[in-house]
C-alpha cells in the first residue's frame, strides 16, 4: 500500500511538472503569437534589428563645435569604447551583477525575487535584468502599442509583460553582443534634467564626455537610474548621496574596487558642474532660432523628424568668430545702453517728431505683441479679467545689462522695462564663398527673440547710397565726375508738394565736388542729382540685383534710402563689390548627414554676376574713400585696423536717429551692423549721439580688432588688387 501510495506520489509531481511546465511553455507561446490578439504583439524582427530611438540633431559650426541641438527628448548615442569603464562598473554592479553569464533571463535571480519578495516578504528587487529593462526603455513594451484584450486584467496583465519582456531580451540576446547592450541601455536611459543617455547626462551633470567620468561621478549616475527625480542631486540631494554610496558599496561587493579607496570615495561630497542644454544659451542663439525653419522645412520635404532623427548639420558658422561677435555686441551695447539711459535721465524714450512723449504709447503696442493676443483669446469672454491680469503684480525675471534680475511688476510694467532697450543685429560674411561667419541677431535671446539679421527690416539711411552710385557708375558715371552740392528739387506726382532733400547739417556748401568725395562725406545733395539724372526705377533695379528682397519703392526718397531693409541683404549687397561684381547668396549650411553619418545633402553658394568686374572695383574704391577722404564718415575708425590694410565702409543713420548702421568691407570679409530701438520712436534725441558712426561702427570695429588679433583665425590684414 505504501509503495503504491510512493510511485502515485511521484507520478503526480511528475504529472504536475510536466503540465506545469507544458502550461509555461503555451502560455509563452501564445503570449509570443498574440493568440486570439489577447495579448497584444510583441516588436517585430525588423525593430529589433534596427531600434529605433528619438537622438537629438545636433547643429555644428565650420570649425567642428557643437552650437546646439534641435530635440523632443536631448539624446545623444554614443559607442562603448565612448564610455567610461566606471560606468559599466557602476551599471553591472547595482543592476545586474551576472549580466555577462546569463542569457536575458537571470533564473536565480527570479527564483530569488520568488523566495524573498513572495515567500518572505522582504525586498529583493525586481529581478529585471539589463536585457529585459532594455526591451522596456526601448520598445515601449508596457504601452498601449502593445497591449491585447487581456492586458487589463489585474495581475495577468503584469505578467503579460514580463513574459513579453523575457521573450524579447532573449531575442536582443541572440540578436546583439553583451557590449551592445549594455551601450544599448545606457544610451536610451532617463538622467532625469532631459538628459537621455549617458552622454548627455555626462554634459548635463558634469560638463563632460561620458568617457571620463571618474568613479563617483559614474555611480552617482547610475544611482540615479532607480529614480532620476527622487534621487537627482539637484532636487534631492542628500538621497543622490545615499543611492550614491550604495552603488560604490556594490563596487566593493563584487571587487571593482578596493576596500579603502570606497571608504576614499564614500567620504567625497557631490560635485557637479549643472548646466541643462537650453536653446536660450550657448553662441549663436538667434542664428541657431533661424535656421530652424528651414530645417523643418528640409526635413518635412525629404520625410526626416528634425526633433528625433539625430540628424547632423554643418553649419558656415565658426565659433571663435561668432564669439569675437557676440563680445563685440555685448560690450557695446551695455556701454551704449547705459548712454541712452543717461540722456533720457529716466524719462520715457518714445517720441514723435516733435520730441514729445507719444500718449498710450505702451498701451497701444502691447496689444501687436503676439503674448497679448494669446492672452485676449484666452479672455476674449472676460476682458476685465484680461484687464486685471496686465495690472496684477507678479514675480518677473528682468533683463538688465549687469544681470537680470527678479522684481515684482505687473505684466505691462515688464514690457515697459524691455520697451527701453537699444537692440542690434550682426553678421559677417566670407567674400569668395559666401559662407557667414558670425551672426547676432540681437542682445539676449532668452528676453528678446526677434532676430535683427534677416527678420528685421529698418530704414538703411546713408548705407544705402551705395547702390545709388553703383547704378550711376555702371551708367556712365566715373568716381572722379564732379558735382556741385547744391539743392535738388523733385516734382511729386499725385499733387504732392516738391520736395528738396537736405544735407544732414541742413546746409549747402555749392562747392564742386568727385563722386568720391561726395558719398565719402555722405552729402544727401549729390546723391539726389545722381537718382534724379538716372531715375528711381534704375536704382530700385539695381537694389534688387544687388540682393535687396524687401519691397523697394521707386521714388526719389531712395536717395535717402527710404526703403527698409535687412542687414542680411545689405551685408550680401557689399560683399557683392569686393567679389567682382559677382551676387552671393549668404550661405549657412553646407551639409546635412543622418545619424549614422551619411551624407543626405550637401549645399553650395547660389553666385550670379549682376554688375561688371570693373564698377565693382570702381565702388570699392568709392568705399575706401569713407576711411581716406578729408571729411569722409570712416576717418575715425581705429588706426590700428588700417595699418597695412584696406578697409572701406558707410555709415548710415535714418531720419531723427531711428536707425545707426555701419557696413565694413575687407579683401576677404564683409560685415554689417544695425543699431536702434525696437520701435522708430525709440531714438536718441541728436544726431551726434544717435548717428551710426557712434551707435554702429564701434561693433564692426570691435569685431574686426579681435579678428585680426585672434592668430587661429584665417583671415589677416591684406591689400585689394
Excluded at 30 to 38: E, I, P, R, S
Excluded at 571 to 586: A, I, L
Aim: contains cysteine; charged residues 20%; positive net charge.
Amino acid at each position: 500500500m505504501k509503495k503504491n501510495m510512493v510511485q502515485w506520489m511521484i507520478r503526480f509531481i511528475w504529472l504536475s511538472t510536466f503540465a506545469a511546465l507544458t502550461s509555461i511553455f503555451l502560455f509563452f507561446f501564445a503570449v509570443k503569437c498574440n493568440l486570439g490578439q489577447l495579448f497584444g504583439k510583441l516588436p517585430s524582427y525588423a525593430l529589433l534589428e534596427n531600434p529605433t530611438t528619438a537622438l537629438a540633431s545636433e547643429l555644428y559650426s565650420a570649425d567642428g563645435v557643437l552650437l546646439g541641438k534641435y530635440f523632443r527628448d536631448n539624446r545623444t548615442n554614443v559607442t562603448y569604447q565612448e564610455i567610461s569603464p566606471n560606468v559599466i562598473n557602476c551599471l553591472i554592479a547595482t543592476e545586474d551583477y551576472r549580466f555577462e553569464k546569463h542569457v536575458g533571463i537571470d533564473l536565480s535571480g527570479l527564483v530569488r525575487v520568488l523566495i524573498y519578495s513572495i515567500l518572505l516578504r522582504r525586498n529583493a528587487g525586481g529581478g529585471s535584468t539589463l536585457s529585459q529593462q532594455l526591451a522596456k526603455n526601448l520598445f515601449k513594451t508596457r504601452t498601449q502599442k502593445y497591449a491585447g484584450h487581456l492586458s487589463h486584467v489585474p495581475f495577468l496583465q503584469t505578467l503579460i509583460v514580463k513574459v513579453k519582456e523575457w521573450i524579447v531580451a532573449i531575442q536582443l540576446e541572440s540578436a546583439y553582443t553583451k557590449k551592445e547592450i549594455i551601450t544599448m541601455y545606457l544610451n536610451t536611459v532617463d538622467f532625469g534634467s532631459n538628459a537621455f543617455g549617458i552622454q548627455v547626462a555626462a554634459k548635463t551633470y558634469f560638463n563632460k564626455t561620458a568617457a571620463v567620468l571618474t568613479i563617483e561621478e559614474a555611480a552617482l549616475l547610475v544611482g540615479m537610474l532607480k529614480g532620476p527625480t527622487r534621487y537627482s542631486p539637484i532636487l534631492n540631494p542628500k538621497y543622490a548621496l545615499q543611492r550614491r554610496n550604495i552603488v560604490l558599496y556594490q563596487l566593493k561587493k563584487y571587487q571593482y574596487i578596493s576596500s579603502k579607496k570606497y571608504k576614499q570615495l564614500y567620504q567625497k561630497p557631490i560635485q557637479l558642474s549643472y548646466k541643462v542644454d537650453n536653446q536660450n544659451q550657448g553662441i549663436a542663439t538667434y542664428f541657431r532660432a533661424v535656421i530652424r525653419s528651414f530645417l523643418l522645412t528640409w526635413a518635412k520635404k525629404n520625410h526626416f523628424d528634425l526633433f528625433e532623427d539625430g540628424l547632423k548639420i554643418y553649419t558656415t558658422i565658426d565659433s571663435r568668430m561668432q564669439q569675437h561677435a557676440e563680445t563685440a555686441v555685448q560690450t557695446h551695447m551695455q556701454q551704449l545702453q547705459y548712454k541712452f539711459f543717461k540722456h533720457w535721465q529716466g524719462k520715457n524714450p518714445w517720441i514723435d517728431e516733435q520730441e514729445r512723449e507719444i500718449p498710450y504709447f505702451i498701451q497701444t503696442s502691447i496689444k501687436k505683441t503676439d503674448w497679448y493676443q494669446a492672452l485676449a483669446q484666452q479672455y476674449a469672454y472676460d476682458p476685465d479679467a484680461l484687464k486685471k491680469y496686465l495690472h496684477t503684480p507678479q514675480k518677473k525675471m528682468l533683463f538688465d545689462w549687469q544681470a537680470p534680475f527678479e522684481a515684482i511688476q505687473t505684466p505691462v510694467e515688464a514690457y515697459q522695462h524691455h520697451k527701453k532697450f537699444l537692440h542690434t543685429g550682426f553678421m559677417a560674411m566670407d567674400v569668395k564663398t559666401g559662407h557667414i561667419k558670425a551672426w547676432v541677431g540681437g542682445i539676449n535671446f532668452k528676453y528678446f527673440q526677434y532676430d535683427h539679421v534677416i527678420q528685421g527690416k529698418r530704414q538703411p539711411g546713408s548705407v544705402f547710397k551705395p547702390i545709388v552710385y553703383a547704378a550711376a557708375i555702371d551708367n556712365g558715371y566715373e568716381p572722379y565726375y564732379k558735382a556741385v552740392d547744391a539743392p535738388v528739387t523733385f516734382h511729386l506726382q499725385d499733387h504732392l508738394p516738391p520736395w528738396t532733400p537736405k544735407n544732414a547739417n541742413g546746409k549747402y556748401s555749392g562747392k564742386r565736388m568727385t563722386l568720391r568725395q561726395a558719398m565719402s562725406r555722405s552729402v544727401n545733395s549729390i546723391t539726389a542729382y545722381l537718382i534724379q539724372q538716372i531715375g528711381a526705377h534704375t536704382v530700385a533695379d539695381y537694389a534688387k540685383r544687388l540682393g535687396i528682397t524687401s519691397p523697394i519703392d521707386p521714388v526719389p526718397a531712395l536717395c535717402l534710402g527710404a526703403s527698409d531693409v535687412s542687414v542680411y541683404d545689405m551685408v550680401s549687397v557689399y560683399n557683392t563689390f569686393v567679389n567682382q561684381g559677382v551676387w552671393t547668396k549668404p550661405l549657412y549650411i553646407t551639409k546635412i548627414e543622418d545619424k549614422y553619418g551619411n551624407t543626405l545633402e550637401e549645399f553650395t553658394p547660389v553666385c550670379k554676376e549682376v554688375i561688371s568686374s570693373s564698377t565693382a572695383k570702381k565702388m570699392i574704391y568709392m568705399l575706401k574713400g569713407t576711411t581716406e577722404e578729408i571729411g569722409g564718415t570712416a576717418r575715425g575708425i581705429n588706426k590700428k585696423l588700417k595699418e597695412d590694410n584696406d578697409i572701406g565702409g558707410k555709415t548710415g543713420t535714418s531720419s531723427n536717429q531711428s536707425d545707426g548702421w555701419f557696413i565694413g568691407i575687407t579683401k576677404n570679409l564683409t560685415a554689417g551692423v544695425w543699431v536702434g530701438g525696437e520701435d522708430r520712436c525709440i531714438r536718441f534725441k541728436t544726431l551726434a549721439e544717435g548717428q551710426g558712426a557712434v551707435m554702429a561702427r564701434p561693433i564692426w570695429e570691435k569685431f574686426m580688432l579681435k579678428i585680426y588679433e585672434d592668430e587661429s583665425i584665417p583671415y589677416h590684414k591684406e591689400r585689394f588688387d
